[in-house]
C-alpha cells in the first residue's frame, strides 16, 4: 500500500534555480528517507531524518519533517543539469522495518 | 561505487522460461528486499529477508521466489515467465536499524515477449 505521495509529480528549472519537492505520509513514521533515481538506474539513498528531527542538511541538500503534518519536503539549491532524476520519499511506518516508496518526482534541470 | 550487484543488467525472455535474477551484497547486511517497478512508477515490496533462511513476501504479491541461502545472496526465480512480469527489479539491502537508509543494486530490465 502506497505511504508516501510526492507533489509536484513533475518538476522543470533552470541551473542555478532551487527545487523543492514535497512529500506527504498517511501513518506515524519511524523515519523518512529521500532517494534519488536517475533513468532506468537504482536507487540512491540521499538523506535520512528521523522521526524526532525537523531538519536536515547535506551539502545541497535540506530536508524538513513535520510530523503533524505527516509531511515533509526535500530543497536541492543551486541546482545543476545533473541533478535531472526521480526523487523518492519513502517512510519506514511505525511497527515497520519495510520501507514503502511514493510515486517520486520527476525533476528536470534545464542547462 | 555500488557495493550490491545485480546480474543480468538486461534480460529479454521468451514466456515460459525459467529465470533467476542474481543479487549479491559485500557488505554484510543482514537484511535484503527484492522491489518491482514499471517505468516511472513507485516501487513495490515482493520480497525480502532479515537474514538467512528467512524470506517473507512483500506487499505485492507476486509469482516470483526468492532464496537467502547465504548472507550475500539473495536470488530471485520466476519458474515460468510471462509477459505482465515485464518490469524493473531492484535489489536492496541494508543493516541492522536502519541507520543510513537502503543501498539499491543498479536493478535488471526483464522483458518476456
Known amino acids: 500500500s502506497q505511504q508516501g505521495e510526492e507533489d509536484p509529480q513533475a518538476l522543470s528549472i533552470q541551473e542555478g534555480e532551487n527545487a523543492t519537492m514535497n512529500c506527504s505520509y498517511k501513518?506515524?513514521?519511524?523515519?523518512l528517507q529521500w532517494y534519488r533515481q536517475n533513468s532506468g538506474r537504482g536507487l540512491v539513498h540521499l538523506i535520512l531524518i528521523r522521526s524526532n528531527e525537523r531538519e536536515k542538511h547535506s551539502g545541497r541538500l535540506r530536508v524538513t519533517l513535520d510530523t503533524s503534518k505527516k509531511s515533509s519536503s526535500l530543497l536541492i539549491t543551486a541546482s545543476r543539469a545533473a541533478d535531472t532524476a526521480s526523487y523518492f520519499c519513502?517512510?519506514?511506518?511505525?511497527?515497520?522495518?519495510?520501507?514503502?516508496f511514493g510515486k517520486g518526482t520527476k525533476l528536470t534541470v534545464n542547462p | 561505487e555500488a557495493d550490491i550487484y545485480q546480474t543480468p543488467r538486461y534480460l529479454v525472455i521468451g514466456t515460459g522460461k525459467k529465470i533467476t535474477l542474481e543479487c549479491s551484497q559485500t557488505?554484510?547486511?543482514?537484511?535484503m528486499y527484492w522491489y518491482q517497478q514499471d517505468p516511472g512508477m513507485e516501487l513495490h515490496l515482493i520480497h525480502y529477508?532479515?537474514?538467512?533462511?528467512?524470506?517473507e513476501k512483500g506487499d505485492l504479491s507476486s509469482e516470483s521466489t526468492v532464496s537467502r541461502i547465504r548472507t550475500e545472496h539473495f536470488p530471485l526465480t520466476l519458474e515460468s515467465a510471462r509477459p505482465s512480469h515485464t518490469s524493473q527489479y531492484l535489489c536492496?539491502?541494508?543493516?541492522?536499524?536502519?541507520?543510513?537508509?537502503?543501498?539499491f543494486g543498479s536493478g535488471t530490465r526483464l522483458t518476456v515477449v
Open positions: 557488505m554484510g547486511h543482514d537484511k
Open positions: 501513518t506515524s513514521i519511524n523515519n
Open positions: 519513502a517512510t519506514v511506518p511505525g511497527g515497520s522495518e519495510k520501507l514503502v
Open positions: 529477508s532479515y537474514g538467512v533462511n528467512s524470506t
Open positions: 536492496a539491502s541494508s543493516e541492522k536499524g536502519q541507520r543510513y537508509g537502503y543501498t
